[in-house]
T-cell receptor, first 113, second 110 residues
Framework: DGGITQSPKYLFRKEGQNVTLSCEQN?????MYWYRQDPGQGLRLIYY???????QKGDIAEGYSVSREKKESFPLTVTSAQKNPTAFYLC????????????FGDGTRLSIL | QKEVEQDPGPLSVPEGAIVSLNCTYS??????FMWYRQYSRKGPELLMY????GNKEDGRFTAQVDKSSKYISLFIRDSQPSDSATYLC??????????FGKGNQVVVIP
């Protein structure tokens, strides 16, 4: 089945620790995205990538980093600089054409220990 | 002014009723419009995707776009308890980026 796989489903971070969230897609999509979802705030874009080895900051990139070394993979690192990391993180992908919708994975919930 | 306004609800309806959800937007350059359904602890699932002003039907779901009023709607006919979820509107702005509403929680009571 084609789709977007995010792992792990739940993740706990200690103070001062960096953690990495995985996102893999087998849809052959060119573009991938990371969003953060907080209660009452909707989805906010963290980073996005339209092609391999290239990515752009979204609206709330501070405290996060990404890489795009393979078309299928777009991992997100939540660094210790992100002071309020507790949230639901969603990865999405889309075809490279601008009129194609985004499709989402099932998310990773990150909490602070 | 926010890019997309969506009343968060919650909206409770009896089973079989019509559910009506709305979003307004501020930027007339938005062209493609989407509705996503999100169950608790899951990712959003694409329900409807439209471009033109007018109506688009898919089973019990109808998406309506009025570009002149900058207003989109989603109607769910014969609502079922399985329709209980949060519904997000979204619209494409530049560079493949989307602007999202905050989501509207719907509860269908058996």
């Amino acid at each position: 089945d084609g789709g977007i796989t995010q792992s792990p489903k739940y993740l706990f971070r200690k103070e001062g620790q960096n953690v990495t969230l995985s996102c893999e897609q087998n849809l052959n999509h060119d573009a991938m995205y990371w969003y953060r979802q907080d209660p009452g705030q909707g989805l906010r874009l963290i980073y996005y990538s339209q092609i391999v080895n290239d990515f752009q900051k979204g609206d709330i990139a501070e405290g996060y980093s990404v890489s795009r070394e393979k078309k299928e993979s777009f991992p997100l690192t939540v660094t210790s600089a992100q002071k309020n990391p507790t949230a639901f993180y969603l990865c999405a992908s889309s075809m490279g054409y601008s009129n194609q919708p985004q499709h989402f994975g099932d998310g990773t919930r990150l909490s602070i220990l | 002014q926010k890019e997309v306004e969506q009343d968060p609800g919650p909206l409770s309806v009896p089973e079989g009723a019509i559910v009506s959800l709305n979003c307004t937007y501020s930027n007339s350059a938005f062209q493609y419009f989407m509705w996503y359904r999100q169950y608790s602890r899951k990712g959003p699932e694409l329900l409807m995707y439209t471009y033109s002003s007018g109506n688009k039907e898919d089973g019990r779901f109808t998406a309506q776009v009025d570009k002149s009023s900058k207003y989109i709607s989603l109607f769910i006919r014969d609502s079922q308890p399985s329709d209980s979820a949060t519904y997000l509107c979204a619209m494409r702005k530049g560079n493949n980026r989307l602007a999202f509403g905050k989501g509207n929680q719907v509860v269908v009571i058996p």
